[in-house]
Structures are given as C-alpha cells and as structure tokens.
C-alpha cells in the first residue's frame, strides 16, 4: 500500500479547477484489504476519509482535510458471468477502460453518459447518466456492490443481500462508505445508429413528446442567444457498422468542438459583447450527419474544453416550460453564455437518492467557460430549476442544502437513516455531505 503524506503544498484539484483539498495523507491501496486498514488507520488518528476518482465533480464531494484514498490499483474486470450477464469490475476502474475491455469481450452495458473520462465509482455515486426513454442511469445498471464501511469492515449488497443498502449505495455520494467493486448488467454488443441535425428551438419544444417516444436515446443541445439546437437521436441498428470517417471525425469532433470552440471561448471571455454573435456561428457549425457503431463510440464523445457545469432534474413533463422560463431569463438579462445548454431525459428508478428516484426525468445542464464569472447565470437558472422542484446533479454546482432535500426526495430519510447506522460517527463526512445531508 502507498501512502503519501502531504505538505502544505500538497493541494488536490477537481479536473474544473473549481475545487480544491488539502488531505494530510493520501492512500493508494493495492488491495480492499489495504483500503480497509486505511480506514481503520483513519479511525484510530481521527481522520476523515474520502476517496476521489478523477476529479470530474464540480461539487466538492471528494474534498477532504484527512485522508485521501485513490483507488487506481482497483482496477479491471474481476468476473464476468455470462449466465447473469453482470461483469464485476473495481470501482477505480476508468469508464473508458471498462468500455473498451467489454467491447473485447462482445459486451456493453445498456446506455451510459456523454464522457467516460470518470472512474465506476465516482461516476455511479454521483449519479452520471446519458439520456434514454427506457434505459436509466449508469447507476441503475448496478445488480452489485462492494463497500467498506466507516468500521473497515466489506459489506456486499444486491437486490437480495443487504437489500436496504443496495438501494440507497448505488447513488451513495460517497457518505455510506467507500465503493471497492461494482457488479453491473451487461449484454452482447450491439450497433446504433446516430442521427445529428440542427433544428429550431421552438420546433424541439413543440415535437419534444414525439421525438422522446419514437427515440430510444433523444437529446438536444440549445445555444443561448440563438433559436438554434442541434439535436441526436440514437437508435438500435441491425447494421451494417458505419463509423463517421476519421477525417470527418477529427473535424466536427476535435477542431470545430474542441478547437474552434476554445478559441471561441477564450474570444468571448475576453469581449463578452461578442458572444452572441459566436452563438449564432457556433450553432451552425456542426452540419448534419449519421453514423452507426457500437454504444460507447456513440453514446460518448471527446470534451477538453474545460468548463464549470449545474444540472438539474425536473420531472419531465416541466421540461418545456422550465426551458421557455430559461430562454426568457437569459434574453431579458445582460449575460452573456458561450456554452450551449445540454436537454437529456430518464425514467423513474428506484434507487433512493438517484435524481431520477420515482420520478420521469429531464436534465436541463447549464456550463459556463472555465475562467468566466458563472455565479449570476447558474443562480438564475437555479431559481428556474428550484421552481419545478428540480433535483441538482450531486456532482455538479447546486447551492441547495438538507432541507431542500427532504422536500424533493420522498425517501431522503430513508438515507439519512442508512447513514446513521452505517457511519455513526461521519468518517465519510466533509462539507459538502455536511451541508447535503446534514451533520
């Protein structure tokens, strides 16, 4: 087992550059019996304990002053059970690694989100998800997992085992104890077809009910400033496999989303008059086209453009309203947003604290350039969300606290309680989970 001890110097920073730790020691633990001593090591110096995966979060959800656990030695597939279609895979493991290792194998899983830059663990706690009328989360795609809990001790739980914890662990926001393997559902590999076209905003909003129903995976991309979206459809496909052309892939994907568009932003940081304008060009960058290839190479996409993110989950019939209430805010104010709006959409699942918890949801996710003043934008926003009863990603900049929480999720007690058994004495606590989930 490594263990660093940290200096003054010795400062942890999330991939957005918005948060900032400074632990006393971090802990890269080989094995779940060396990720247990440290724990128990924590419990005996009165440390807290965290561990953080890539730094993806915009919240400070792995932040800590005690000890840091970084799980990239669990890693890799552990099992793969062909009868249950599950695969078993330490929660270290990156997104990326464990699409490519399954696509080896001739499986998937059923959906998954926008990047695959997070590790299993941090993305599932967190809540990460993609858009699908049927298919929910990555975290609903969870039928096992492995967690030491604040006495050091391994809990497994399933639908079957630990039944309680199960349902509260898959979204546990690190406050249950620390995720050490996740067993999720798979199945054979399989193509879609995507299909990327411009549209009007208010042609979306119009037809949204009918382009989610006829959809399997639906989503849109409003630019503020513009009546314009660009919207993906992805569907099954018998084939045959037709990648975009790898020139044509490094021009949209690379120079005119992630070149082009820093440029852009960097243009509009800097004379924010001229954002507008770059909306106008920016939404009319990317032209139409379909391709169809297996789901990773579909369903994800390169994003170096550094940014700070807030999304919300309204239930999915406000979804058009929210929007039209976002669009007049923005109009109607002096701000100024590079960063196109992202519209995504889940059904109701049954884990306790999932954004999608009882509810069909939509995700209305709003960025702003890194460097940029984001603080007027995402407060406006917010209000709109909070009005809808809108439950904030737990991985993205919210500003809401416990009692909120209790409003907006009918099971929020259920949770609280779990953790109270689990970690009576808060060694998974920091601020955040102070301020979410109360002390």
Same mark, same amino acid.
């Given at each position: ?88 895979? =330490?929660?270290?493991? /990156?997104?990326?690694? $464990? %699409?490519?290792?399954?696509?080896? !194998?001739? &499986? +998937? ?129 018998? =084939?045959?496999?037709? /990648?975009?052309?790898? $020139? %044509?892939?490094?021009?949209?994907? !690379?120079? &005119? +989303? ?133 439950? /904030? ?47």
């Amino acid at each position: 087992m490594s263990t660093t001890v940290i200096g003054k110097s010795g400062t942890w920073r999330n991939w957005a550059g918005n948060v900032t730790a400074r632990p006393v020691r971090e802990v890269t633990p080989a094995t779940v019996e060396e990720l247990a001593a440290a724990v128990r090591r924590a419990a005996e110096d009165d440390l807290r304990v965290k561990a953080v995966g890539t730094g993806h979060s915009f919240t400070a959800a792995a932040a800590t002053d005690g000890v840091l656990i970084r799980p990239q030695l669990l890693t890799g597939i552990r099992d793969i059970d062909r009868d249950a279609m599950t695969v078993t895979v =330490g929660a270290g493991t /990156p997104l990326k690694r $464990l %699409n490519v290792a399954l696509a080896r !194998e001739g &499986l +998937s899983l059923t959906n998954m989100g926008d990047i695959m830059e997070q590790t299993v663990s941090g993305a599932t706690s967190t809540g990460t998800h993609g858009t699908g009328r049927e298919s929910a989360s990555i975290a609903a795609q969870i039928r096992g997992l492995e967690l030491v809990t604040a006495d050091g001790s391994v809990l497994t739980c399933s639908a079957t085992e630990n039944a309680d914890v199960f349902a509260a662990a898959r979204v546990g926001i690190g406050a249950l104890g620390i995720v050490t393997a996740i067993t999720f559902a798979v199945e054979p590999i399989f193509l879609l077809t995507a299909r990327e076209e411009p549209m009007p905003f208010e042609k979306v909003l119009a037809e949204f009910d009918e382009l989610h129903a006829e959809n399997e995976h639906f989503e849109f991309y409003w630019f503020p400033h513009t009546g314009n979206t660009n919207t993906k459809r992805n569907n099954r496909s018998a =084939g045959p496999e037709k /990648p975009v052309p790898q $020139l %044509n892939s490094w021009f949209e994907d !690379e120079f &005119l +989303s992630n070149g082009v568009f820093q440029v852009a932003n960097l243009v509009g940081r800097a004379v924010p008059a001229t954002i507008p304008a770059i909306a106008q060009i920016s939404s009319r960058a990317l032209s139409a086209r379909t391709y169809t290839d297996i789901p990773y190479k579909v369903f994800t996409s390169p994003r170096r453009v550094r940014f700070v993110e807030m999304e919300y989950a309204v239930p999915r019939e406000a979804l058009v309203d929210t929007l039209r209430e976002l669009r007049a805010m923005v109009d109607r104010s002096p701000l100024r947003v590079s960063f196109p709006v992202e519209v995504r959409t889940a059904p109701a699942d049954d884990i306790t604290l999932s954004t999608a918890s009882g509810r069909d949801s939509a995700y209305i996710a709003v960025h702003m350039f890194r460097g940029t003043p984001y603080q007027a934008y995402f407060t406006a926003a917010e209000r709109i969300f909070t009005a809808h009863e809108g439950r /904030p990603h737990w991985g993205k900049v919210h500003t809401r606290d416990t009692d909120y929480f209790a409003k907006v999720y009918p099971r929020f007690g259920e949770f609280t309680a779990l953790r109270d058994r689990l970690d009576p004495e808060r060694r998974f606590q920091n601020d955040y989970l102070r301020r979410v989930l109360g002390s």
